[in-house]
């Protein structure tokens, strides 16, 4: 998993595979040395390790993450764009979660509350979460799982955010498990 920040989701996700012997988090990465993910994370006797963009954009993380064997990689408010090499390396095994319904309030600048004051600003009355997998334009891979949540008036931005951070808790986790038991039954 990649985090740039709070890591609530990666949280949720460690939560719910906790006791699910046949998933295991093989590593968690973050480009922030003040990331929350890396406090979050101590719980779950995981040490998340931090990367700088040498190592992102220069092939290091890449080949260690590809010594990982990773079944997927998830992206949990992951900040840094996903290069090339990494989508190539990985085709149709890096998702995302977006916090809007895409192809609305995505793109580049898109992210975190720059999404729900837009959505506050142009008065929608509903909002929710995109999970999606990852390609080489920001937000625009095809799209796995949406769900839903109504708007009021009354809704500051915070409010909307808070929304649909219970939705992305809500479903992100068993997303990712029903991607993993499909793989496998693939096999
Ligand atoms: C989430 O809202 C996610 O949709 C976006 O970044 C946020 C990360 O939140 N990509 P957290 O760090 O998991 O709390």
Same mark, same amino acid.
């Given at each position: 998993?990649?985090?740039?920040? *709070?890591?609530?989701?990666?949280e949720?996700?460690?939560?719910?595979?906790?006791?699910?012997?046949?998933?295991?988090?093989?590593?968690? &990465?973050? #480009? *922030?040395?003040?990331?929350?993910?890396? @406090?979050?994370? +101590? @719980?779950?006797?995981?040490?998340?390790?931090?990367?700088? +963009?040498a190592?992102?954009?220069?092939?290091?993380?890449?080949? +260690?993450?590809?010594?990982?064997?990773?079944?997927?990689?998830?992206?949990?408010?992951? &900040?840094?764009?996903?290069?090339?090499d990494?989508? #190539?390396?990985?085709? #149709?095994?890096?998702?995302?979660?977006?916090?809007? &319904?895409?192809?609305? %309030?995505?793109?580049?600048?898109? %992210?975190?509350?720059?999404?729900?004051?837009?959505?506050?600003? #142009?008065?929608?009355?509903?909002?929710?979460?995109?999970?999606? %997998?990852?390609?080489?334009? %920001?937000?625009?891979?095809?799209?796995?799982?949406? $769900?839903?949540?109504?708007?009021?008036? $009354?809704?500051?931005?915070?409010?909307?955010?808070?929304?649909v951070?219970?939705? $992305?808790?809500?479903?992100?986790?068993?997303?990712?498990? @029903? &991607?993993?038991?499909?793989?496998?039954?693939?096999?």
């Amino acid at each position: 998993m990649f985090a740039s920040g *709070n890591g609530s989701n990666v949280e949720e996700i460690c939560r719910f595979f906790e006791q699910d012997l046949s998933v295991t988090v093989v590593a968690v &990465l973050t #480009n *922030n040395l003040n990331a929350g993910v890396i @406090q979050r994370v +101590k @719980q779950f006797g995981l040490k998340a390790e931090v990367f700088n +963009k040498a190592d992102f954009t220069e092939g290091g993380l890449l080949k +260690k993450v590809i010594d990982l064997k990773p079944d997927l990689i998830v992206l949990a408010g992951f &900040l840094w764009k996903i290069g090339n090499d990494w989508v #190539n390396t990985f085709p #149709n095994k890096i998702i995302n979660i977006h916090p809007a &319904l895409l192809p609305k %309030y995505g793109g580049k600048g898109m %992210y975190g509350h720059h999404v729900h004051k837009a959505v506050k600003a #142009n008065g929608e009355r509903v909002t929710g979460i995109t999970i999606h %997998y990852v390609n080489e334009a %920001y937000d625009e891979g095809a799209i796995i799982f949406q $769900e839903e949540v109504q708007l009021t008036d $009354e809704d500051r931005v915070e409010d909307i955010a808070k929304k649909v951070h219970t939705l $992305e808790h809500r479903h992100f986790p068993s997303v990712i498990d @029903q &991607l993993l038991k499909k793989e496998s039954n693939e096999v």
